[in-house]
């Protein structure tokens, strides 16, 4: 787990030195810089498989052919050295980057076909001069890139390529709507209309000349009723669960985890356990004040984390993560390299830096539970609906009466959610359904200052959401959700979280439930064995039955982040105001001013739920005001 980045182009060495030392935080054990003839590689170093100086990068092969910067984790790595020594290719280092470059000399871009693990890398061929990149099938590690007059550039991070002068910093009109409505951007774009974002499952070919060939090699299977079926069986899951834990448990440091005590992390903690001596894991929880107003879902997890370790025997360690959240929020957000409204990062980050200082740089989690098994509220309206959809008039009547409800309370504002998914037909519910604001699509279009309004879509639908939704038409309602899930919600907002956060801490998350077995096996399960409308996750959860406290088993969604709208509503109420102010929004650019203040007035009064569509506003704010003051490297 690193960071990692390069050009091809007309641009001095010194830039990629530049750019590689903006990425120390996710590589303090070490760094690397590579060049010839308007090229240049750079590496910082996580050390984590073959802790040695010869497994240092950028690395050469043993011809000198093709040179590699590479981020991630090769879990099958063993399995692909040996094969490799088989055919007679010998090895100086017992690292994965050399089993990833050998292989890669082999069999060119095709490895990636190879590979179990999460990754984002490079390679130069030094005699066809092409630079040669890849990104993991789900989207763990992430990674940028700009085409440019003067070459190709790319990093780990966003906010690193904004050391090169010649990257322009207009920002992405399309970006700015998708934040509003979604708090992450879907697809390729990001802030900046420059720099894009490599796809998962996607790979990219620069030559020396410029051209840039883009492709996929992945993509996550639908659901197909005329297949074989996929046995219905919780043991067989629980059995594939405990070989992928135990799988990406490989490493030469110590490997902990983090234990919300919800099903998800807790699955993968008892999995570790059959792996190794439950004595020798170390655990981490967040420890967060239960809010009273009422308004937001949190949760105690410590209480439930506790149950969890002491049934398993692991030892807990609880992290205070209520933090000073207005000073926090500005390097918060600059930090996650896209203005994310979601105080889930904060958390992420205080718990990183605890395994850090407790000498772990390596922990697992249970992200991607919920969006494989269906664990989200909106899976359970997306069933709702279908189900609603097939009496004619149920579904305007429903909405009718459960649109009466106040959204002053949680059961208020779910129920009042409900009913504003049951009016809407199918595509318009499944892109809503994805978004955090409660405002309206034709309002959410109105707060865009009018020279970005044609930016935003008339239904509001993201072009990252588009394109799943037309792949999927036809399947159930949350099929389509869970495609939406995994090409959408998890690589551009969960999992880009939580590489980026815990990356600032310098440790390495692995998240065991998307490893692809997991992914193809429960793609292909029948929706009965996912949910029903008294529960979710019904497979995973019957998976653990034997393992877990009942509790643990029966526990409901809760939410991981910070109570926004009692926030905005108290403490945060003087920074929302100067950030949204007449004078900010107009200076921007990017909001109309008098339907910002009407929102406001309406959120105050408490007849609109805009906390996820104000929240965004001033995450947008904050991070404009930090590209503005981000310094350029030396020419």
């Known amino acids: 787990m690193c960071g990692i ?13 530049a750019i590689t ?29 073959d802790l040695s100086d010869a ?43 050399e089993v990833l470059l050998s292989l890669f000399a082999r069999d060119g871009l095709d490895c990636v076909d190879r590979l179990n693990g999460i990754f984002a890398f490079a390679i130069w061929d030094r005699h066809h001069r092409v630079l040669s990149i890849a990104r993991d099938h789900m989207g763990v590690k992430p990674l940028y890139y700009a085409t440019l007059p003067q070459g190709f550039l790319f990093a780990s991070d966003l906010k690193s390529l904004t050391l090169c002068p010649d990257v322009p ?23 900046i209309r420059a720099v894009k974002k490599l796809r998962p499952g996607s790979t990219l070919t620069v030559s020396a000349g410029g051209s840039v060939t883009r492709s996929s090699y992945y993509s996550t299977p639908k659901f197909d009723a005329s297949a074989a ?31 919300s005590g919800g099903v998800d992390s807790s699955a993968i903690v008892a999995a570790m356990c059959r792996a190794t001596d439950p004595s020798k894991i170390t655990t981490f929880c967040a420890a967060v004040t239960k809010p009273d107003s009422g308004t937001d879902n949190f949760g105690d997890d410590q209480n439930h984390a506790r149950a969890v370790a002491q049934h398993l025997g692991v030892k807990l360690i609880e992290v205070a993560t209520d933090a000073d959240l207005i000073a926090a929020l500005p390097d918060m957000v600059w930090q996650l390299d896209e203005p994310t409204a979601d105080f889930a990062g904060i958390q992420t980050l205080l718990l990183a830096r605890a395994a850090r200082e407790n000498g772990i740089k390596v922990l697992l989690s249970g992200v991607g539970g919920d969006d494989l098994f269906t664990g989200y509220g909106r899976h359970t309206a997306g069933l709702i609906w279908s189900k609603a959809n097939r009496i004619p008039g149920l579904r305007g009547f429903s909405a009718m009466v459960l649109g009466m409800f106040s959204p002053a309370s949680i059961v208020g504002r779910r129920l009042k959610r409900i009913g504003a998914l049951l009016s809407m037909p199918e595509d318009a519910m499944l892109a809503n359904a994805m978004s955090y ?61 939580t590489d980026k956060m815990a990356m600032e801490a310098g ?71 100067e950030l949204t102010s007449p004078a900010a929004v107009s200076s921007r650019g990017l909001f109309d001013a008098d339907a910002v203040a009407d929102l406001k007035d309406d959120f105050y009064a408490q007849r609109v739920d805009a906390a996820f569509t104000l929240f965004p506003m001033m995450a947008m704010e904050l991070w404009c005001r930090a590209l503005d003051n981000a310094e350029t490297a030396s020419p």
């Open 169 to 191: 910093r207009d920002i992405d009109a399309t970006a700015v709507g998708d934040h509003l409505g979604f708090i992450w951007t879907a697809g390729e774009n990001t802030m």
């Open 5 to 17: 980045a390069g050009f091809v182009g007309s641009w001095a060495p010194a830039l990629a030195g």
């Open 507 to 577: 440790v390495e998350v692995r998240v065991p439930l998307i490893d692809q077995r997991l992914v193809a096996y429960a793609m292909q399960l029948p929706l009965s064995a996912k949910i029903s409308l008294r529960d979710t996750k019904l497979i995973l959860r019957a998976s653990q039955h034997d393992r877990l406290p009942a509790e643990i088993l029966t526990r409901p969604k809760q939410g991981f982040g910070v109570p926004v709208r009692s926030w905005l509503q108290g403490p945060a109420r003087d920074m929302m105001e």
């Open 55 to 97: 497994a240092a990068q950028p690395m050469h092969s043993a011809d000198d052919r093709y040179v590699i910067t590479y981020n991630g984790e090769i879990y099958n790595f063993r399995d692909l050295q040996l094969e490799l020594q088989q055919s007679g290719i010998k090895f100086r280092t017992g690292s994965d980057t």
């Open 229 to 259: 079926p996929t046995p219905n069986d919780a043991a067989a899951l629980r059995d594939m669960i405990d070989q992928v834990v135990a799988d990406q448990m490989v490493a030469d440091v110590e490997v902990g985890a983090l234990l």
């Open 21 to 49: 030392t903006a990425l120390a935080h996710r590589g303090p054990d070490g760094s690397g810089l590579w060049s010839e003839d308007g090229v240049a590689l750079g590496h910082r170093r996580l050390s984590i498989i």
């Open 437 to 497: 604001s409660e405002v309206s699509t034709d309002r959410r279009r109105l707060l865009l200052a009018p020279a970005l309004r044609d930016a935003m879509p008339p239904d509001g639908i993201a072009e990252g959401l588009r394109m799943s939704l037309d792949r999927t038409r036809g399947h159930h309602p949350v099929e389509r959700l869970l495609d939406l899930e995994l090409n959408g919600f998890m690589p551009d907002h969960n999992l880009n979280y």
